[in-house]
């Protein structure tokens, strides 16, 4: 999964807690109202009274932001320096096989991308998941918020909770603590699910059930796929495949099949959800194509719906059957003629198909020219059949590179045949150049 940079931007507003630098935060002063305010929820006369509470609960929020430097993902290095301060030191580090920016400071690392903040660390904290204790103190106010009166108040800072679990999560996703990641989503769910808030979080269910799944919290990664699933948020297919394989690595593959079937159907262009359904049916030693069954129960309700047509395409394609998978691709551009993929597809079968004529002529015994020049003049006719899909598919989508470094070999071949095809080379070599 990308970083989670979209979901945080959405809910930022929300978790903008105080416009105090970190210049001017005294750690010693948030350790004694900690203090302070542990005292005071053991107190008979202070404890009974929501505002003890929401008092709580809004330190914890304003610990947790300050125990980061009132910092935040995407933060440049210059805001970082007005905001945040100078680092005791700087570095450079490398992690995953990327290049980052680390700046130490005195109680937290934090770590650039690219010019902007990624993540951080909290090396010294004044007190462990403050976020943790925000919640139960704004549950317990809620408990004894029975007459309303601080409903408002405490919806304007569950928001603000649920903003910054959102960070934290993801904060905790990128550190690759999945466990960690998964808990902050899961608080987030619950937040939002109180019937005092009453907000869907469709998207945090989906990255809920990865960060388990990727945490080996298999059991507990599919309800919330099936949640993301019910609600509408699919990440264009692949919570189809993340599910199908959660069950898969549990022994419940059948369980999953489902899943699969449902996501190929939907989502035809999601290679993750084809390649596991083929691969579960030759597991099975079943035929691969019975999955054309459901396409062609699909086709028959939504009888012009171009990407039934790519799917079938798509998989006689991966079965090697090309004249049923062209077949099937010509059917999807009669429906839409601007289909990128069915007009690439089609490209790219009459271009592989010249490759094998390619790598089957130079096997040709140097004494039997007649046999290679026969099987080069295929491979010449085939990528000549590919030249004005591949055409097609880039004056449907110039910017795509795939299409653009095709014509650009295609071309180059044939750049001795006529001024028009140098011209043509010229011309897709100088794009790919640009991409």
Same mark, same amino acid.
């Given at each position: ?11 930022f507003?929300?978790?903008?807690? /105080? ?15 900690v203090?302070k ?24 929020? =304003?610990?947790?932001?300050? *125990? ?8 440049d290095?210059?805001t ?5 301060g100078?680092?005791? *030191? ?8 990327v ?9 937290? @690392?934090?770590?650039?991308n ?9 090396t010294k904290?004044?007190?462990?998941k ?5 919640l ?14 601080? /409903? ?13 679990y959102?960070?934290?999560?993801? @904060? ?12 902050s ?5 619950e937040?939002?699910t ?5 907000q869907?979080?469709t998207?945090?269910y ?23 699933i ?39 262009k ?8 083929i ?7 079943e ?8 396409? =062609?129960?699909?086709?028959? /309700?939504e ?10 395409? /798509? ?16 059917k999807a551009i009669?429906i =839409?003629?601007?289909f990128? =993929?069915a007009y ?7 271009f ?21 020049d ?20 880039y004056?449907v ?31 897709f070599?100088e ?5």
């Amino acid at each position: 999964m990308k970083r989670l940079t979209i979901l945080i931007s959405m809910l930022f507003v929300a978790v903008m807690v /105080t416009a105090q630098t970190s210049k001017e935060i005294n750690f010693d002063q948030y350790a004694k109202k900690v203090e302070k305010s542990n005292a005071e929820i053991q107190d008979p006369k202070k404890n009974t009274k929501d505002a003890t509470w929401i008092k709580r609960g809004e330190l914890m929020i =304003d610990l947790f932001d300050a *125990q980061i430097l009132r910092a935040y993902v995407g933060m440049d290095p210059n805001t970082f320096m007005l905001v945040v301060g100078k680092p005791i *030191q700087q570095e450079k580090v490398e992690v995953d096989g990327v290049q980052l920016d680390k700046y130490v400071m005195e109680r937290v @690392n934090f770590y650039f991308n690219n010019g902007q903040l990624e993540r951080w660390e909290v090396t010294k904290p004044v007190i462990d998941k403050p976020l943790d204790l925000a919640l139960e103190s704004f549950l317990k106010a809620i408990e004894i918020n029975t007459k309303g009166k601080s /409903t408002k108040k405490l919806q304007e800072n569950l928001v603000k909770l649920k903003g910054l679990y959102v960070n934290e999560g993801s @904060n905790q996703y990128t550190l690759k603590d999945y466990k960690g990641a998964f808990e902050s989503f899961k608080k987030v769910i619950e937040i939002g699910t109180l019937p005092i808030l009453n907000q869907k979080d469709t998207a945090i269910y989906y990255y809920a059930g990865l960060s388990a799944q990727l945490a080996g919290l298999l059991e507990e990664s599919i309800p919330y796929y099936q949640k993301s699933i019910e609600l509408g948020f699919t990440n264009d297919g692949a919570v189809y495949f993340n599910i199908f394989d959660a069950y898969k690595n549990l022994n419940k593959g059948d369980e999953g099949l489902k899943y699969l079937e449902e996501g190929f159907i939907k989502y035809p262009k999601n290679t993750n959800v084809l390649f596991s359904l083929i691969s579960y049916y030759i597991d099975k030693q079943e035929d691969p194509t019975k999955i054309l069954v459901y396409i =062609d129960k699909a086709i028959e /309700t939504e009888p012009n719906n171009s990407s039934l047509y790519f799917a079938k395409g /798509t998989l006689y394609d991966r079965l090697g059957d090309g004249e049923n998978a062209l077949e099937a691709y010509k059917k999807a551009i009669e429906i =839409d003629p601007n289909f990128f =993929d069915a007009y690439y597809n089609i490209g790219a079968l009459y271009f592989n198909k010249g490759v094998k004529y390619i790598e089957e002529a130079n096997k040709v015994p140097a004494r039997e020219l007649d046999k290679y020049d026969a099987l080069m003049e295929k491979a010449n006719a085939e990528f000549k059949n590919s030249m004005p899909y591949m055409e097609q598919a880039y004056k449907v989508n110039p910017n795509s590179k795939e299409a653009v470094e095709a014509l650009k070999n295609i071309y180059f071949r044939f750049r001795n045949e006529s001024q028009e095809m140098l011209d043509k080379y010229n011309e897709f070599n100088e794009k790919a150049k640009q991409m």
